[in-house]
């Protein structure tokens, strides 16, 4: 058993311990150390954008009503880590995932935040607007991301470089070339309240395969390779005014391309088979089912509908065309133990509803339906928070990450992250 899951088991099992009364009523609630926060996956099927700290008191459950004092999931409406809600219930509160798929909801927020479990760090300040800089070496190269949000808008950039240029020269012979690694990002978030909803979009340019070009004078010859990924996306969301129901419909297109051109006596064009366009417009649905100050219950899903359209290679295919409808229903669940603990759980259900694809080449074609229920995914993990502090950790199973593609199996994952307010 690793590490990782050997600290994530020992946290969970000490918030049951430390719940039952060790931290009492008489701390201060973290609510009185900072202002409410504003607000979300990927993903295949987009995990919320963000969500406002929403206010839980129902008429019909007060919290004289409810066993165990006044604890209440307004004590718990911070930002929270990425360790909360990894099952993407539309419902649930705000993440730092979340406020950065939407910068301006960075707005007003000043704390710091460490999550050593994905080698991630965030700082954002107020002086004015708010500025936020976050540390990112989750991937193979590390990303920086940029941002500043103000009261009507908000935008980041985020800039990860893994550039190589190389020139020599030999006997009166020159030579060049680059390399440019995988992961190498550059990508652009601008979000803005539109009254009661939330407008976000994203431009994003990504390095998917190490890409070596070069160039030499004699004799003459070039390789130049693209192996990228240019992605558009454009969301709108009811977080700002939502109370019991929440949604978020927005629609990504991609363009990967995976080709390469040798230059020589010939010119030879190579493309990858993998090489499309894809197009998924897609509509994420939360509301709540159970509810009183103390817990809540959210049951949601998040839904896509993909179109691929790959290139035609010349002696290879003619062209490739697939689409297909998926589904994610979930489940979150979230209680305060006490002011100072709470929990919570989800579990989401991978659903392919249905994938058509149909590929010819000369007189030869074929079609593939599929429709395949994939595993359901659960989460569970605990949040303790005192004063201007706060500590959050979870269990979960990974995510399939590409829909079109059948599960390949999942891995235990400990998530850990650690907050500062201010």
């Given at each position: 058993?690793?590490?990782?899951?050997?600290?994530?088991?020992?946290?969970?099992?000490?918030?049951?311990?430390?719940?039952?009364?060790?931290?009492?009523?008489?701390?201060?609630?973290?609510?009185?150390?900072?202002?409410?926060?504003?607000?979300?996956?990927?993903?295949?099927?987009?995990?919320?954008?963000?969500?406002?700290?929403?206010?839980?008191?129902?008429?019909?459950?007060?919290?004289?009503?409810?066993?165990?004092?006044?604890?209440?999931?307004?004590?718990?409406?911070?930002?929270?880590?990425?360790?909360?809600?990894?099952?993407?219930?539309?419902?649930?509160?705000?993440?730092?995932?979340?406020?950065?798929?939407?910068?301006?909801?960075?707005?007003?927020?000043?704390?710091?935040?460490?999550?050593?479990?994905?080698?991630?760090?965030?700082?954002?300040?107020?002086?004015?607007?708010?500025?936020?800089?976050?540390?990112?070496?989750?991937?193979?190269?590390?990303?920086?991301?940029?941002?500043?949000?103000?009261?009507?808008?908000?935008?980041?950039?985020?800039?990860?470089l893994g550039k190589t240029f190389i020139s020599s020269e030999t006997a009166g012979v020159e030579s060049s070339g680059s390399t440019i690694a995988f992961g190498d990002d550059i990508g652009f978030r601008f979000s803005m309240p539109l009254g009661g909803l939330s407008f976000a979009a994203h431009l994003e340019w990504l390095t998917i395969v190490d890409q070596v070009s070069a160039e030499t004078e004699t004799p003459a010859a070039e390789t130049n390779a693209n192996y990228w990924d240019l992605l558009l996306e454009a969301e709108i969301s009811n977080a700002p005014s939502a109370k019991d129901f929440f949604w978020t419909g927005g629609?990504?297109?991609?363009?990967?391309?995976?080709?390469?051109?040798?230059?020589?006596?010939?010119?030879?064009?190579?493309?990858?088979?993998?090489?499309?366009?894809?197009?998924?417009?897609?509509?994420?649905?939360?509301?709540?089912?159970?509810?009183?100050?103390?817990?809540?219950?959210?049951?949601?899903?998040?839904?896509?509908?993909?179109?691929?359209?790959?290139?035609?290679?010349?002696?290879?295919?003619?062209?490739?065309?697939?689409?297909?409808?998926?589904?994610?229903?979930?489940?979150?669940?979230?209680?305060?133990?006490?002011?100072?603990?709470?929990?919570?759980?989800?579990?989401?259900?991978?659903?392919?509803?249905?994938?058509?694809?149909?590929?010819?080449?000369?007189?030869?074609?074929?079609?593939?339906?599929?429709?395949?229920?994939?595993?359901?995914?659960?989460?569970?993990?605990?949040?303790?928070?005192?004063?201007?502090?706060?500590?959050?950790?979870?269990?979960?199973?990974?995510?399939?990450?590409?829909?079109?593609?059948?599960?390949?199996?999942?891995?235990?994952?400990?998530?850990?992250?650690?907050?500062?307010?201010?």
């Open positions: 058993m690793n590490l990782k899951l050997l600290v994530g088991i020992g946290m969970l099992a000490a918030t049951s311990i430390w719940a039952q009364g060790t931290f009492d009523g008489d701390m201060s609630s973290p609510s009185e150390e900072s202002s409410s926060f504003d607000a979300p996956a990927p993903d295949p099927v987009p995990a919320p954008i963000y969500q406002p700290a929403q206010e839980e008191s129902s008429p019909a459950s007060s919290s004289s009503e409810v066993a165990g004092g006044d604890e209440s999931l307004n004590d718990f409406n911070k930002l929270h880590g990425n360790a909360y809600n990894t099952v993407g219930n539309e419902g649930a509160f705000a993440t730092v995932g979340t406020n950065m798929r939407a910068p301006h909801t960075m707005k007003g927020q000043n704390l710091v935040y460490f999550e050593p479990s994905l080698d991630y760090g965030l700082v954002s300040f107020t002086k004015g607007s708010t500025f936020f800089l976050a540390l990112d070496n989750s991937g193979k190269v590390g990303l920086m991301t940029l941002g500043m949000a103000m009261s009507g808008m908000g935008f980041s950039l985020d800039l990860g629609a990504n297109i991609l363009r990967r391309n995976l080709t390469e051109e040798n230059i020589g006596a010939t010119t030879v064009n190579t493309t990858d088979p993998n090489s499309h366009i894809e197009i998924a417009p897609y509509i994420n649905v939360a509301m709540k089912v159970l509810g009183n100050d103390r817990a809540r219950v959210l049951v949601g899903s998040n839904n896509t509908l993909g179109f691929q359209m790959f290139d035609k290679i010349d002696n290879v295919t003619d062209g490739a065309v697939e689409f297909g409808l998926f589904l994610a229903p979930n489940i979150f669940a979230e209680i305060a133990l006490t002011k100072n603990w709470m929990f919570f759980g989800g579990a989401s259900h991978n659903l392919n509803l249905f994938t058509y694809s149909s590929e010819s080449i000369g007189n030869t074609s074929s079609s593939v339906l599929q429709m395949l229920t994939e595993q359901t995914i659960v989460q569970i993990g605990s949040r303790f928070q005192w004063k201007s502090i706060a500590l959050e950790a979870s269990l979960a199973d990974a995510f399939l990450e590409n829909p079109f593609g059948s599960f390949n199996g999942g891995t235990l994952a400990f998530n850990l992250g650690a907050f500062i307010y201010f």
